[in-house]
């Protein structure tokens, strides 16, 4: 098997792998790529397939079909140089609550050669637990112990970090927290992020682009900018005082619309904004407002999968 070792080559290759469990398919044909230094989200609906495939990229479920290459490596043919590459959290983080945060990551460095005192403070630092790596992890809140997983994942110097669902329990401090801490890990260490989350307005603060796959089919690849805006246009809302008036302004030239009360809301690049603007003054309308109206990765995400209930 050949082994890609261009450094511009996308960290994860996932290539049309199947999953059947007796004669139901669970992920059907599935092909994306991660690239690396990003954060990249894994969306999908209830039972769409996103922790199943997350358990197939770590090993710990058997692919039936296609594969899965992280570091140019196969899972299938050669796990333990593929596994190599990758530190991932499964659910909750695991760790012994009657020892310090610090013990634990001592305990956990002994599964792997070669790491050290030097290391173990790098990643104590780098999830900013310098104050509390001394104390249990009994005294540990939800979010401090998602830190700790994420330092006991990148103890080996991973190029991936896999995290399903990292932020379920957090409060809105600790998932801010959690946050900092992926772009800091992208832009310092390199590495690149998949995150699965139920939570879309945080994964559109958080990714630099999603995955979104539906009955373990993809539906779209898309970096989050476009989300928020497509070949420079996006929908602007303006709030006047003769609705009527203004719509037929907009039909006279060809304009889709939408109307919300005394809002017309219009797809228009930066400049057509200004032109439309003054369109409307010079039709003796006043414009109350203009503000962005660019629908959000929640709204594109439930028209794309049909507004299933999201995981």
Request: hydrophobic share 40%.
């Amino acid at each position: 098997m050949a082994v890609t070792t261009d450094a511009g080559a996308p960290i994860v290759q996932i290539e049309r792998i199947t999953k059947r469990i007796g004669s139901k398919t669970i992920i059907d044909q599935l092909s994306f790529e991660v690239p690396r230094g990003e954060v990249f989200g894994f969306l999908g609906p209830n039972g769409a397939g996103k922790t199943t495939t997350i358990r197939m990229m770590v090993g710990l479920m058997s692919i039936t079909e296609g594969d899965i290459r992280i570091g140019g490596y196969s899972i299938r043919t050669h796990f333990e140089q593929a596994i190599r590459h990758v530190g991932a959290i499964v659910e909750n983080p695991e760790m012994y609550k009657f020892m310090s945060g610090y013990h634990n990551l001592v305990h956990y460095a002994r599964m792997f050669p070669g790491i050290g005192q030097e290391r173990i403070q790098e990643v104590i630092d780098l999830v900013g637990m310098e104050n509390r790596i001394h104390d249990k992890v009994k005294t540990y809140s939800l979010g401090m112990r998602q830190r700790l997983g994420i330092a006991q994942a990148l103890l080996h110097k991973p190029e991936v970090l896999i995290l399903d669902e990292p932020t379920n329990g957090l409060d809105p401090a600790g998932i801010r927290e959690l946050r900092d801490h992926l772009r800091q890990l992208t832009r310092e260490e390199g590495i690149s992020v998949i995150v699965s989350s139920h939570l879309l307005a945080e994964m559109e603060l958080m990714c630099d682009r999603v995955a979104i796959i539906q009955n373990g089919k993809l539906v779209d690849v898309r970096l989050i900018k476009d989300f928020a805006q497509a070949d420079g246009r996006q929908q602007v809302a303006f709030e006047l005082d003769a609705i009527d008036q203004a719509i037929k302004l907009a039909a006279s030239h060809d304009l889709r619309n939408e109307v919300q009360g005394n809002v017309l809301i219009l797809t228009l690049d930066k400049q057509e904004t200004a032109v439309w603007n003054k369109r409307f003054v010079e039709a003796g309308l006043n414009v109350y407002s203009i503000r962005a109206a660019t629908k959000s990765l929640e709204d594109q995400f439930l028209e794309m999968t049909g507004s299933d209930p999201i995981v």
